[in-house]
């Protein structure tokens, strides 16, 4: 039975995906699909048409429009020999099923009472089913082809009208006949299909008979006190012995070489297997006693590794062993049957040990999950491993009694001993006391476990004292695989759920190697344990599963089918969910994300960083790159996953209502920003002014723009406000800026000197440019002061606001050395107040305002006058 573990997990791959590709690409339907025979081409409808008058003037009735459609030379041939010889070949096909299906029913009748040959004949007609639909799915494209060219010829003439050309209705004769031919083999297939699943429910109702009447079947135990049993044991151990030995002399005399040369390639199989998981895993599985303190989460990942990764390279050699011997021919039929039992119970016995271990830690306290005494571990493992090789024997004489065909009397009695021995364990584990008390007292295990265990041991000993050995045996066994089974599937559930927990994965010896060689940052690796944990589950599933389902009585064919099934499809309704299909597309759509990613990177890093290119243009390309790839890998990724995209249509059309009303704001933004992206009005790292934000461009996105002012605020604002709105760009094509100081001084102050002293402050500080030369002017007589500005140029506007605190420092400097004075009053009514800091939040509209003024005032001071405007006079 333990071979079918691993022979499951070999084959469940090819199983799941080989089934699915063959179909996609033969075109067979899925199984559990109809084939829909072809409608019948609509009959338009007869119109008479009005008669027209012929060139010499007679009257002659014309002929309906689809009559005169198809003359006689362009009239298709009739594909006679290629159409007759597939419908011929697909009658045979489809008899034969027939035949097939007629001798299956004979075979379900004649093994009523054998579970595994009913399997058998289940997995033979699912195959028949989908045989009888692939020969119905094989005229799909002719009837397609037929249907189309009778809609062409149209009808047949009605009474009374001109008879059509012979070569039309010949053709229409032909086509109709083979339509009829084909919708017959058609109605076979489905007539046969529809049969085929009768049967298969047939066989599902006569398994659950045959599962229940093992197990309520009494039997008498009369034969267990008479010396008529040791008798048959001890014949059936000579046959035993007889057989394997005569095996053995059989080997050493003609198939030494091949028995020695299987027998060293498995062994070196094992020898690199031991040394690539010690290598890979050694760190995982061993638990270090080193560690005094280990966490909860290490103890767990030890314990389900350290279960899991041994027991699986285990059953990896010995399926390696056993195909060796296999492959060389070494093995007899017996033989070989009676191995793959040895292997089945190796594995159970050693899981079982491997388990308890890892769980208990007998000799390393501080790795065990159960909080348990050395002493009462070291008993509990030594029970557990007991009773897993009590079933263990038991399950390899079963297979030796039916081999051998042994009398009733060993059956039941090796099985009524084997129960006894385990209820009898069962009783002893709930009677260990575990568990110390300060005071040094022992304490027995909790009510709910303790009495569990009484009562399992004590059903399992009655019912086969009162006969029923079937049902005790299926209990026995099923208190130690399944138990083992789901023990280390909630042990390998709580290691997930403990890395996917926050930071959780970082505290994992993979998490601090992967921190430790990357720059992967605390989310990120958040994020990777998640996924991990997501893994791990599935893959507790995809193993524990059909290891359970084997366990509780169904066979190797059953899931098979099943994942079959689940993988080709599953169809709800009218719409077919194929879980491989879901797989491919996620997959694809992940490579292709993965690689849109790695094209960014490297046509950011490795061309346009060597070209020079601007640091906006880059980041647009970016963009625009990122989103096509993306949009790219999702249509690959739907159309891999088998999704029609016409189908799409009724979706867009749903999304086209939801624009009109509540999206319209979405898709605004949406279509701005690739505006902006292929316009650039302003790129990342562009100052710019946009209604009252005012700040430095970080991140341009389809959606909005995030723009950073100069606190150090994130504002988003959507690419609509930034398209339908004004927005002033202050380094747009380059960072040159103009920025202004004003300044006052007092009435009676020398205008000229002051000019003077400000032109020299502004020429004399190292980042105002020369050309544009700097320029003071003479802005205004204000009410408590005589006003002036400051004009200089900087080659990066950026640096205007520690301009302009040098250029204020100096002007107070200068002004105290000449005794010229600032007015302290406050000033009212100010044209073009001055705004602090720089660079401001203020709207910036206002500041080229302001320039378009100083530059209305400049021209007219330019203006050539004859007379100078009088000095106001001192008012003291």
Request: proline share 5%; with cysteine; aromatic share 8%.
């Amino acid at each position: 039975m333990l071979f079918r573990f691993v022979r499951l997990l070999l084959v469940l791959v090819l199983t799941v995906a080989m089934p699915a590709l063959v179909l996609a690409q033969t075109g067979i339907p899925l199984l559990g699909e109809t084939a829909q025979p072809a409608a019948p081409a609509p009959q338009p409808s007869q119109q008479t048409a009005p008669q027209q008058a012929a060139p010499n003037g007679t009257a002659q009735p014309s002929q309906p429009p689809v009559q005169a459609a198809p003359p006689a030379p362009q009239a298709a041939p009739v594909q006679a020999q290629p159409s007759d010889e597939l419908v011929a070949e697909q009658q045979k096909a489809l008899k034969d099923l027939v035949a097939k299906t007629d001798d299956f029913a004979k075979q379900i009748d004649d093994n009523q009472e054998d579970d595994s040959a009913l399997v058998e004949i289940r997995t033979e007609l699912e195959d028949l089913s989908r045989q009888a639909l692939g020969t119905a799915t094989v005229f799909r494209p002719r009837l397609t082809e037929i249907n189309a060219r009778l809609e062409q010829l149209g009808p047949p003439p009605a009474q009374g009208q001109p008879a059509e050309p012979d070569i039309v209705a010949t053709e229409r004769k032909a086509l109709t006949t083979e339509k009829a031919e084909i919708n017959a083999i058609v109605a076979g297939a489905q007539t046969l299909s529809v049969r085929i699943a009768t049967m298969g429910d047939k066989i599902s109702t006569l398994r659950g008979e045959l599962f229940r009447k093992t197990l309520t079947k009494r039997y008498a135990l009369n034969d267990l006190l008479s010396t008529k049993l040791a008798v048959d044991a001890n014949a059936e151990f000579s046959n035993l012995y007889s057989a394997v030995s005569s095996w053995f002399s059989f080997v050493l005399k003609f198939k030494y070489q091949a028995a020695l040369a299987a027998t060293l390639m498995a062994l070196a199989a094992a020898l690199i297997l031991h040394i690539l998981v010690r290598r890979i895993f050694g760190r995982i599985f061993e638990p270090d006693p080193a560690v005094e303190e280990p966490t909860y989460l290490s103890r767990l990942s030890a314990a389900f590794w350290s279960t899991l990764l041994p027991t699986f390279g285990l059953g990896v050699f010995l399926t390696l062993a056993y195909f060796f011997y296999d492959y060389y021919a070494v093995l007899r039929g017996d033989i070989g049957l009676f191995l793959r039992s040895i292997i089945g119970v190796i594995l159970i016995v050693f899981c079982v040990y491997r388990l308890t271990n890892a769980a208990l830690s007998p000799n390393v306290p501080n790795w065990r999950l159960i909080p348990v005494e050395s002493g009462p571990a070291r008993w509990l493992v030594a029970l557990s491993t007991a009773m897993a090789v009590v079933l263990g024997v038991n399950g390899f004489l079963a297979v030796v009694n039916e081999q051998m065909g042994s009398p009733l009397s060993l059956t039941v009695g090796r099985s009524f001993v084997a129960t006894i021995i385990v209820g009898l364990i069962l009783i002893m584990m709930g009677l260990v006391r575990p568990f110390r008390a300060k005071s040094g007292e022992w304490r027995p295990w909790p009510a709910w476990l303790r009495f569990l265990a009484y009562a399992l041991g004590i059903i399992t000993i009655v019912a086969a004292l009162l006969g029923y050995i079937g049902f005790a045996n299926f209990l026995a066994g099923q208190i130690v695989v399944t138990s083992t089974l789901l023990i280390t599937a909630y042990i390998g559930f709580l290691s997930a759920r403990a890395i996917g927990a926050e930071g959780g994965f970082a505290e994992t010896s993979v998490g601090r190697w992967i921190a430790g060689r990357t720059s992967l940052e605390e989310g990120t690796l958040d994020q990777l344990g998640l996924a991990t944990s997501i893994a791990l589950n599935l893959l507790i599933v995809v193993v524990f599963l059909p290891m359970l389902l084997l366990m509780w009585g169904f066979q190797f064919a059953d899931i098979q089918a099943w994942a079959y099934r689940i993988a080709t499809g599953v169809t709800v309704g009218s719409v077919t969910i194929s879980l491989f299909g879901i797989l491919t597309g996620l997959i694809v759509f992940i490579l292709g994300y993965f690689l849109t990613r790695w094209f960014q990177s490297w046509l950011d890093d490795s061309v346009m960083a060597r070209g020079k290119v601007d640091t906006g243009v880059r980041n647009s390309i970016r963009l625009v790159v990122g989103y096509a790839g993306m949009a790219l890998a999702a249509v690959v990724g739907i159309s891999s996953a088998g999704i029609n995209l016409s189908n799409l249509a009724l979706i867009a059309g749903g999304l086209s209502l939801g624009l009109g009303f509540g999206l319209q704001n979405v898709v605004s933004n949406f279509v701005s920003g690739l505006i902006l992206l292929a316009e650039r009005p302003f790129k990342v790292g562009d100052w710019i002014v946009a209604g009252d934000v005012s700040g430095t461009v970080k991140k341009i996105s389809v959606r909005a723009t995030e723009i950073e002012t100069f606190q150090r605020q994130s504002v988003i604002l959507p690419n609509s406000n930034l398209i339908n709105s004004a927005v002033g760009n202050w380094t747009h094509r380059n960072k040159l800026g103009r920025v202004e100081i004003k300044v006052g001084v007092a009435y009676g102050s020398d205008v000229r000197r002051v000019h003077e002293i400000l032109l020299e402050i502004a020429r004399g500080h190292q980042l105002v440019l020369k050309n544009p030369e700097p320029f003071v002017q003479f802005v205004n007589f204000g009410q408590n002061a005589l006003d002036f500005e400051i004009r200089v140029f900087l080659a990066d506007i950026l640096n205007g606001g520690s301009v302009q605190n040098d250029i204020r420092f100096a002007i107070i400097d200068a002004f105290d050395k000449e005794g010229i004075e600032i007015p302290s009053a406050p000033r009212q009514q100010v044209p073009h107040a001055e705004k602090e800091p720089w660079p401001t939040d203020d709207d910036k509209t206002e500041a080229l305002h302001a320039e378009e003024q100083a530059a209305k005032e400049e021209a007219e001071r330019n203006q050539p006058k004859n007379r100078r405007k009088p000095r106001r006079p001192d008012p003291t």
